[in-house]
């Protein structure tokens, strides 16, 4: 199938972002083409094989945390548990934040297109891995009890098409849908 399909590198041209280019290296240097679900478990550290450990991306939650504390979108706090202490990284730009919960708000209710190969690529894909991280609901919990109900079954509706008819239709959305798939397996 097509979202379960391997990952075929286009461009290696460098993107400017650390973890991307690195991520960019990996994929060029795969003796065989991998597919979304391996390279999420690869790129995440979620896998054990032996064979792949030198395609992880090294603490990459730690560096995608380090990165957002530079663009002063979150903070670094230590917090005592108990026995031990933990790094911490709440949010530090509220407004940043609230940006993003207004633009997805917005994408499902005023801006609501019914269609996502007419969605806006980035606010599709923001959708899907607000999905995949299980925070959507929280997304759409300071709405008002209708637009909730409104809001959160148009975006069940979207996540619940069949992926790789979907990617099928739109180019460039390829990839989005794929992750989807990867996430809803």
């Known amino acids: 199938s097509r979202c379960s399909s391997q990952v075929l590198l286009k461009s290696d041209a460098p993107t400017g972002d650390v973890l991307l280019d690195e991520t960019l290296r990996h994929i060029k240097a795969t003796e065989t083409a991998e597919t979304v679900q391996t390279w999420i478990e690869l790129l995440t550290g979620e896998t054990w094989n032996p064979f792949k450990l030198q ?5 990459v939650r730690e560096r995608l945390a380090k990165a957002l504390v530079e663009k002063g979108i979150l ?4 917090q005592n548990f108990l026995l031990f202490d933990m790094t911490t990284h709440p949010v530090s730009n509220a407004s940043e934040k609230q940006r993003l919960v207004k633009k997805l708000q917005e994408s499902v209710l005023e801006r609501w297109v019914n269609d996502p190969q007419r969605m806006e690529r980035r606010t599709l894909a923001l959708l899907v891995l607000a999905h995949a991280s299980d925070v959507l609901e929280n997304v759409f919990t300071s709405l008002a009890d209708d637009k909730y109900d ?10 619940d098409m069949d992926p790789e008819v979907e990617a099928a239709k739109a ?9 989807l798939a990867a996430f809803n397996k």
Not at 75 to 78: D, F, G, I, L, R
Not at 150 to 159: E, G, I, P, Q, S
Not at 171 to 179: D, L, N, P, Q, S
């Open 75 to 78: 903070t670094t706090e230590k």
């Open 55 to 59: 395609y992880q991306l090294r603490n």
């Open 150 to 159: 409104v809001a959160m079954n148009r975006t069940k509706d979207l996540l």
């Open 171 to 179: 180019r460039g959305t390829e990839m989005i849908w794929a992750v």
